[in-house]
């Protein structure tokens, strides 16, 4: 009988492996160490070839019936008051969803969850920590962690979708390359109404201040602002406490009386590399194997971009009795080595275009914006890579 596959982390990566598998006749072990599924503050726009990808597992409706869609974002001046627009609509004609998607990420593992309730070739296992792992040639053995006791669970293969402090990846010793920025980054959701109050705001704005930078995006429930932190600063405590989101907020835009906040987060900000994505049956996706800032929404849609390009090998491993070893090495070849880098390229680039407080250096990079969104050919590349769709091509084309 056929070893399942086991999956750690249900995040997006994880539960769309899980799916893609199901749905291909291949038994599945999803394991979460929590005890159910996490809601939480974290990553909330899909980008247009994501939404493609998603399309072939049968969520896409429920997603977009839930989220937001946003056509358009913006590259906003608070001195000056610039507004650089560039609209989504430019790529109409090479995707079907020129958009970006507003939704946060766990909305998509509670729609992946009630699907694969449908299949029994799928176990979900909640409340199981990985610990561990061993392999050979023709398994993989892995420890977890259960109320308590120790079990081992055996499998075919082994995919570590559990994030950043993969336990997977601790196990199979490798290095996870890059570095930290000094400061951190706070991020705050509120209900109040900005589109209220600000002429012209777009659901996704980026916006430039030589005293403090912040990205404001709408998601489907609240508005998010997210701020940098000072680096030098000891007390990290402070980030979190009322009084200085108020503060915050008032300095955005004053108004009578207090905030209404939602959820708050501090986060160490990575820009993180695994050395390898794989090792023998064990493969690494998401961010146990690269993580990076979120300006431009580019970490869990490369998440999800590593989940479906491993899924169609796996299921020609498993199924069509293809070589592992060779299909993961051109798993590695393809995200790791052209993918990551793009996405970590462009996330450095972004941040440093935000956090230059310059005058001059911010007046061109501005006026840059500026020329470019009023450009039809400029502003349709520019769309076009800010949505990952070159690097997506890029990384398929990749032999």
Known sequence: MPKPVIIAGAGPAGSVLALSLAKANIDVILLEKFDSLPIDLRASTFHPPSLELLEGLGVIQPMLDKGLIVDRYQYRDRKTGEVAEFNMKAISDITRHPYRLQLEQYELTHIIYDELKQYPNVKVLFGHKLIGFEQDNNQVQVDVEYEGQAKRLVGSYLLGCDGASSNVRKSAGIDYEG????????????SFPFEEVFENLSYVNYVSDPD???????TDKLWRVLWP????EKNLDKYLEADFIQAQLQKLHPKE?????????????????????YQGRMVLVGDACHINNPLGGMGMNGG?????NLADKLIRIINDGEDHAALFAHYQRQRKDLAVQFVQKHTIENK??????????QRKRQAMFM????????AKAFIRERAMIDCLNESEAVQ
């Open 257 to 277: 009386g207090d905030y209404d906040i939602g959820h708050k987060t501090l986060y160490k900000v990575h820009q993180r590399v695994a050395k390898d994505y």
């Open 371 to 378: 020329a470019t969104a009023a450009d039809p050919v400029k």
């Open 179 to 190: 570095f930290t920025y000094d400061e951190n980054f706070l991020v705050v959701s509120t």
């Open 352 to 361: 440093k275009l935000m956090e230059a407080n310059d005058p001059d250096v």
């Open 229 to 232: 932190t000072d680096p030098n």
């Open 212 to 218: 403090q930078w912040c990205v404001i995006l709408r």
């Open 304 to 308: 999800l971009h590593d989940a479906f």
